[in-house]
């Protein structure tokens, strides 16, 4: 019965991870491409790649995370925050990931600016 708990804990977990993970990158692709003032169909495709991206990563590195079976929750992070780095830049960097979407969201460094390309 134990093993049948975690089971599905572990299902529960990774679906709200998911769900988590699709939310937040929407909304991150939502913001971006209202400051951009994207088309909307550009923005559309992105928004939903960047969720369904993000969902999967999130809920990867949830399960990861979940096989640990510890109670300290700094491993757990520590194991979701590799996984997450890990695959987010093996879907960026990946020349045979052409056809992968590519998160468009790049970090602004202070000072700069992305949209005039001024300072």
């Known amino acids: 019965m134990s093993d049948d708990f975690y089971h599905h804990s ?4 990774v679906l709200r991870g998911a769900t988590t993970g699709a939310v937040m990158g929407a909304a991150v692709a939502t913001a971006t491409h209202l400051k951009q ?3 909307p169909e550009a923005a559309m495709n992105d928004i939903v790649r960047t969720s369904l991206v993000t969902g999967v990563v999130t809920a990867t590195a949830t399960l990861v995370s979940q096989q640990l079976r510890c109670q300290h929750p700094v491993p757990k992070i520590a194991a979701m ?6 695959l987010f830049y ?4 990946s020349k045979s990931a ?10 602004v460094v202070s000072g700069e600016s992305h949209e005039s390309g001024h300072a």
């Open 37 to 39: 003032r994207s088309t």
């Open 98 to 107: 052409k056809s992968l979407p590519k998160l468009t969201h790049q970090p």
């Open 81 to 86: 925050f590799v996984t997450g780095t890990a």
């Open 90 to 93: 093996l879907l960026n960097s």
């Open 10 to 13: 572990t299902t529960t977990a």
